[in-house]
């Protein structure tokens, strides 16, 4: 049986001391069951170790600011119950993919640059409407899957394209893409997917679904970027066909 007592190994390193190498410190601390990976953060912080660093917010998987590695896998602390795992050894590390500020805390920039990147909002060309834009329920469903996408970066992390290429836009970029290139509100031209027509675009993915493993809310990353390959394709096909019609 294993103890209540359990030992929390936590990678830590600090980029303002660079000369210092990373090293795993490790704290015991008990464990009520039921209580999250998230919570014994929160406790060892503040009554064993206040010079700990991670991020959280909501507590809830809602903010998406906790990801972690956790035992090896990629999830969220909030959402990770510590007697899920069969040890009383509880391994964190930072989210691979990134560069470390301090501890748990990793350098999202590039996540976000990339975010920005496909212009996440909807893009209108018609007049202003006069009321709300109605979007049917057909419609809606289209989406919903996207729509939950939390920008925890797990799939970020996760993806072993942007191991080797730190150009590749990455899983949930392009997830958000094909959520807002498949919203009937969207106006957005043909042309502006033609930026992701690439191999640090929607060509550069293994299909390995380690981001669909790695994603806490179902969003499936993989999906989005196989819809954008096919509206790629089907795109260059009418081009060709009223080439050829000309
Ligand atoms: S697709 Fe999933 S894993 Fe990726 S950022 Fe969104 S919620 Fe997180
Ligand atoms: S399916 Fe594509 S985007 Fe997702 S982890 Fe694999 S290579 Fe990365
Ligand atoms: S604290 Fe918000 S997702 Fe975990």
């Known amino acids: 049986m294993i103890s209540d007592t359990y030992t929390f190994k936590i990678l830590r390193y600090d980029a303002k001391e660079p000369e210092k190498e990373p090293y795993f410190a490790s704290y015991k601390i008990k464990v009520i069951p039921g209580l999250t990976v998230l919570a014994m953060l929160l406790r060892i912080r503040d009554e064993i170790d206040g010079t700990l660093s991670f991020r959280s ?11 972690m590695v956790i035992n090896g896998k990629i999830d969220l602390a909030c959402r990770t119950q510590v007697a899920i795992f069969e040890t009383d050894t509880i391994i964190l590390e930072p989210l691979p993919n990134f560069e470390v500020i301090k501890d748990l ?21 018609s007049s202003e409407p006069e009321k709300e834009i109605h979007q049917s329920q057909k419609d809606r469903k289209k989406i919903d899957q996207f729509v939950n996408c939390i920008l925890c970066a797990c799939c970020y992390g996760a993806c072993p394209v942007l191991n080797r290429d730190g150009n590749y836009a990455g899983p949930a970029a392009m997830a958000k893409l094909q959520r807002f290139s498949l919203d009937s509100r969207d106006e957005r031209s043909a042309e502006s997917l033609e930026a992701f027509n690439s191999e640090d675009g929607v060509w550069g993915c293994d299909t390995v679904f380690r981001c669909i493993e790695a994603c806490p809310k179902d969003v499936r990353p993989t ?8 509206t790629l394709l089907k795109n260059k096909a009418k081009e060709i066909w009223r080439a050829v019609k000309k």
């Open 105 to 125: 805390v990793v350098d999202m920039t590039p996540f976000w640059q990339m975010y920005e990147k496909i212009q996440p909002y909807l893009i209108r060309k």
């Open 57 to 67: 917010s909501c507590r809830s998987a809602i903010c998406g600011s906790c990801a």
């Open 223 to 230: 999906d989005g970027i196989v819809g954008l390959r096919k």
